[in-house]
T-cell receptor
């Protein structure tokens, strides 16, 4: 089951903040966040594991609420370079040892000067 | 520098033709993955391989085939049975055979179109 991201798109001025949410209907082991520029490969931002919160990239941080099966990505004091499509990927708790990553549909973030 | 190389960058397929997308990595990673991305959508898993000479179907394997004869290489063949192959194809790898707690490293992708 694909996680659901919201909002679908965000438009910001440089310096403004944004929050992107990712929700799953399944119990989760981990949540991954990636950013993709148009026509390029996704770039890894961070992983949040069950029981922890990891801040991994510049002014971008994230939280993981295991009980609600939700994660939020926080972008503070946005820069032009933050523009792109943000994807969350979720790994369900339990199941096989493989740990398949299932991606959300993406949130398009546009930062204007 | 280590990384994943996908080729070609652009590929055109004629009706009824099979085409093969190349993916090579020099990261010494055990696991490799193929994803398909359609406009405005997320990535969907086609096939994955956790170890050489072994691979598993993902969510949308129909019309595709793979091989994993070498650790460094994981080519994807889009067969004529795939009726809607136009998409952006991404290859990825992880150090070990699970995505649970490690990042996926992606190649730059191949854009496949129908002639």
């Amino acid at each position: 089951q694909q996680p659901v991201q919201s909002p679908q798109a965000v438009i910001l001025r440089e310096g403004e903040d944004a929050v992107i949410n990712c929700s799953s209907s399944k119990a989760l082991y981990s949540v991954h966040w990636y950013r993709q520029k148009h026509g390029e490969a996704p770039v890894f931002l961070m992983i949040l594991l069950k029981g922890g919160e990891q801040k991994g990239h510049e002014k971008i941080s994230a939280s993981f609420n295991e009980k609600k099966q939700q994660s939020s990505l926080y972008l503070t004091a946005s820069q032009l370079s933050y523009s792109g499509t943000y994807f969350c990927g979720t790994v369900a708790a339990g199941g096989t040892s493989y740990g398949k990553l299932t991606f959300g549909q993406g949130t398009i973030l546009t930062v204007h000067p | 520098d280590g990384g994943i190389t996908q080729s070609p960058k652009y590929l055109f397929r004629k009706e009824g033709q099979n085409v093969t997308l190349s993916c090579e990595q020099n990261l010494n990673h055990d696991a490799m993955y193929w994803y398909r991305q359609d406009p405005g959508q997320g990535l969907r898993l086609i096939y994955y391989s956790q170890i050489v000479n072994d691979f598993q179907k993902g969510d949308i394997a129909e019309g595709y085939s793979v091989s994993r004869e070498k650790k460094e290489s994981f080519p994807l063949t889009v067969t004529s049975a795939q009726k809607n192959p136009t998409a952006f194809y991404l290859c990825a790898s992880t150090r070990w055979g699970t995505s649970s707690n490690q990042p996926q490293h992606f190649g730059d992708g191949t854009r496949l179109s129908i002639l």
